[in-house]
């Protein structure tokens, strides 16, 4: 594996854990390196354990670490959980209370260094210090993350931070730093959630409306936080029945809409995905995946509704469903899920999960220049034909025009309809209406993105997977060919439609074909046997609500030992 | 000009001496007079036979979900505020299956006007209690009579401040067609609780029931006077108020939205200038 320095802070929820953890984030982007952010919190506002770990690297990263190389522990309780997950050479920062041996631990006289509220930022600066970041760049990126706080709030951090990072540097030598990278760089930190929701703005999004969920809520934060600035519509809605119907409501009228949730809350949504696809109306479904079943472990991950977002919503009609695996495709996804919504009028899902949503990674910025906007494109009907917004087309796909905008009425209902949209009890129209509707999927399949084949097409192994376990895959994979066996990849960003032809060559010509999935009972798997026939007979899962690792594949195949990952 | 034949003139699926039929003439003279074309009209209805009202009608339609109405009404609203917005359906869907979009709805103040056929049962799936039954009513699945108290949306309307509340009644069709067209010309949102009778499954609360109780308020009741709608909105049994109960000036909910100032959310391109910025900020 690549030279990466895994960075974990630990402490109590209220120490100000994910301040210090996104400061710094944004600090090595700007510095120039690559990250790949692990949030783990606990359901509570105070209290508990939690943590922020940043994988770090001149060069691109694609996946997280079990192995931690510096040890940031705001509280006891961390270096009691984490000390082992330490690598031989790793090393710690704590109070100088702490009973670590000194060998390894930088004892910070912490209490000395600030006031107890600015522990977290004293911490910032002994790690910068450490690892060799500029004042320059800390300290403005924390200006610009205090600043639009009291003034002189600012100030009050960052002398802390200076008064830190200058005690650290008269220390002796204590570890290596990073090795130096050229910038300037033009690269953003972003998590999966504001990916998906700057790619919806950037797709024509102008309504979004949610309920508060972990781990989807920051999908709403962030369209919140520019919605004036682009001329969108965000509202918080009374539950979740209300958020889907209200968007359903807005995308008939005409506005390009979205909502955002959990497993939970889409449980609530599902009656209003079957509206969706009997009215066709357009709209994109984003599903922040986290461990059910019911209320479930709110603030860990999973990926265990694939199943559930793929038949949810009663009676039969098309539907399609993207699992991003990097950041960049939660942005790309999700502008493809509005043309999709959009061209093929109905509800199109966009799957994440806790890991990926709150992982903040370091992108190239996205080219907004010309992108295509999704919206209704049909041209107004002359007067004088009848309109029937759901007119029988050879393609399925009827022509949409939207209520108020020309003479002509729009007429939607939830019931069986004519094709003038009233509602009907002619069975034999019922036949060809849902004739109509999933004909529609043909078109949906051959627009479909392929799974993603990295590597030999006759490997021994052959590992498949879909959404945020792209990276250790890819990683996991990796490792083994470079211990000589020839292992190759198989990644699906689109999870459904699934066009056999698309994917049963490589798994066939795999020796040996093992799913990755972030679930008990290997969905993507099922989902592949039920499509094509072939069985996938190993499978590698993980449902205690932690994300799945390079070292956690490793591990189940064998090919480390449980007590210790080999140094990678 | 627009003239009631604009509106169409359906068969429908009632039966004989329904209730709808008086009120589904009063929407129509309300409409006219507001000199509302129908192309400019949204109606969002749900399920029932109320619900099916507004397909009898020559009008744009979204005709959704049981209970779910109001949030499709106000979606439809938010993404464009220059239509008018009418939603019509009856008791069980919006004080029963859409009771919390109900409450809602009169916290927003979104400028829809909510149209109630309120019959005090379940007619389409056959004489059921709705929210608004009385207390003992007696049907197959409540043999003992109903055990709740019943819903008032009128106090509740009043308690949360309502832009616009008011009580009609189908027997009283003019009365009922102005109280609807100044619902739909109130800016805000706008209850029209309209009291009809099921003449297949309400034995009850039938029109002569109603036609001896209903009483138009006094020419000199106020309804700005939260303190007396209040008081009017609880009276029930054998005087019941009908007219204009309560009127609340309060802004309409999409007047609060910076997007919408500028006109409708359809059709709106994305400043990809600005979102460049935006995107810059990520750095």
């Known amino acids: 594996m690549k030279k990466t320095m895994n960075i974990l802070i630990g402490g109590e929820a209220g120490q100000g854990l994910v301040t210090v953890g996104e400061i710094l984030s944004k600090s090595l982007v700007r510095a120039g390196y690559y ?79 600030a006031a107890d509220q600015f522990s977290n930022i004293a911490a910032l600066g002994v ?339 879909w959404g945020s376990t792209k990276g250790s895959v890819l990683e996991a994979a990796s490792h083994l060919r470079s211990k000589g066996k020839k292992v190759s990849t198989l990644f699906f960003p689109q999870v459904w439609p699934l066009v056999q032809e698309q994917f049963l060559p490589p798994l066939q010509g795999a020796r040996q074909v093992i799913s990755v999935e972030g679930n008990a009972t290997g969905q993507l798997a099922k989902l592949i046997r039920q499509e094509s026939g072939f069985e996938i007979k190993k499978k590698v899962g993980r449902y205690d609500g932690l994300p799945i690792t390079p070292e956690y594949i490793l591990r189940e195949l064998g090919e480390i030992s449980q007590q210790r990952s080999s140094r990678m | 000009m627009v003239t009631l034949k604009d509106y169409g003139d359906y068969e429908t699926t009632w039966c004989p001496g329904c209730g709808n039929f008086s009120v589904l003439k009063a929407v129509k003279q309300a409409l006219v007079a507001c000199r509302l074309r129908p192309q400019d009209v949204i109606f969002v209805s749900g399920i029932g036979q109320a619900a099916k009202a507004p397909h009898y009608l020559n009008v744009n339609l979204f005709d959704g979900l049981h209970g779910r109405s109001l949030p499709v009404a106000t979606g439809v609203k938010l993404a464009n505020p220059k239509k008018t917005v009418i939603v019509e359906s009856g008791d069980g869907c919006n004080y029963g299956e859409g009771g919390n979009h109900f409450l809602a709805a009169l916290r927003r103040n979104i400028d829809v006007t909510l149209l109630v056929h309120n019959n005090q049962v379940y007619g389409l799936t056959k004489g059921q209690a709705s929210p608004t039954s009385e207390t003992g009513f007696v049907t197959k699945v409540q043999p003992e009579g109903v055990a709740s108290a019943p819903f008032n949306p009128v106090a509740v309307a009043v308690a949360l401040r309502a832009g616009f509340v008011a009580r009609g009644f189908s027997g009283m069709d003019d009365h009922l067609a102005l109280i609807i067209q100044e619902a739909i010309a109130h800016r805000g949102f706008s209850l029209v609780d309209i009291l009809q009778p099921c003449v297949s499954f309400n034995k009850v609360n039938t029109f002569s029931w109603y036609k001896s109780r209903c009483k138009e308020l006094p020419p000199d009741y106020d309804p700005t006077n939260w303190e007396a709608a209040m008081k009017t909105a609880e009276e029930w049994g054998n005087n019941i108020p009908v007219g204009i109960l309560y009127l609340n000036n309060r802004p309409a909910f999409e007047s609060h939205f910076p997007a919408l100032k500028e006109g409708p959310l359809v059709g709106k391109g994305v400043d990809q200038g600005l979102l460049a910025k935006i995107l810059d900020s990520y750095r």
Not at chain 1, 154 to 175: I, Y
Not at chain 1, 211 to 235: D, N, R
Not at chain 1, 294 to 321: C, I, K, M, N, S
Not at chain 1, 341 to 359: I, N, R
Request: aromatic share 6%; net charge negative.
């Open chain 1, 35 to 113: 990250i790949l952010v692990t949030q783990s919190y606990m359901s509570r506002i105070r209290g508990g354990h939690n943590t922020f770990s940043i994988q770090v690297s001149p060069d691109e990263v694609i996946a997280s670490r079990d192995e931690v190389d510096l040890l940031v522990a705001l509280d006891d309780l961390t270096l009691t959980l984490h000390g082992k997950e330490l690598t031989p050479r790793g090393r710690i920062v704590a109070d100088q209370g702490c009973s670590a041996d000194e060998k390894v631990c930088l004892k910070v006289p912490f209490g000395h260094l």
């Open chain 1, 127 to 465: 790690v910068s210090g450490l690892i060799g970041l500029k004042e320059e760049i800390v300290g403005r990126t924390l200006e610009d993350f205090f600043g639009k706080k009291a003034p002189g709030v600012a100030e009050e951090n960052r002398k802390v931070l200076g008064d830190a990072m200058a005690w650290t540097l008269s220390q002796p030598p204590f570890m290596g730093k990073l090795p130096p990278v050229q910038i300037p760089t033009r690269r953003m930190m972003m998590q999966g959630n504001e990916a998906i929701a700057l790619g919806a703005i950037s797709a024509g999004l102008k309504f979004y409306s949610f309920y508060p969920m972990t781990p989807s809520t920051s999908i709403g934060q962030t369209l919140a936080k520019w919605a004036g600035k682009m001329g969108l519509v965000v509202e918080q809605a009374e539950d979740e029945i209300a958020a889907i119907n209200m968007a359903l409501g807005a995308s008939y009228a005409g506005a390009p809409s979205m909502v955002g949730t959990s497993g939970g809350g889409f449980a609530l949504m599902v009656e209003g995905v079957s509206l969706a696809g009997m009215t066709e109306t357009p709209i994109v479904i984003a599903v922040a995946q986290r461990p059910g079943p019911a209320t479930g472990l709110p603030t860990r991950t999973e990926q265990a509704d694939l199943q559930f977002v793929l038949y949810a919503g009663h009676g039969e009609f098309p539907r399609a469903v993207f699992a991003p695996g990097t950041v960049e495709e939660c942005f790309h996804l999700t502008r493809r899920a509005f043309a999709l919504a959009e061209k093929y009028q109905g509800p199109v899902f966009v799957l994440t999960d806790q890991f990926l949503s709150d992982s903040y990674r370091s992108i190239e910025p996205f080219e907004v220049e010309n992108l295509p906007l999704a919206g209704p494109s049909w041209k107004a009907v002359p007067a004088s034909l009848p309109y029937r917004r759901f007119a029988i087309t050879e393609n399925g796909i009827s022509p949409r025009l939207l209520p108020g905008w020309s003479e002509h009425r729009v007429v939607v209902g939830s019931d069986e309809h004519t094709e003038d949209g009233h509602l009907t009890e002619d069975l034999s129209v019922r036949r060809q209406m849902v004739d109509k509707r999933l004909r529609k999927m043909e078109g949906i399949r051959q627009e479909v993105i392929p799974p993603e084949l990295k590597g030999d097409g006759n490997p021994e192994i052959l590992l498949v997977t």
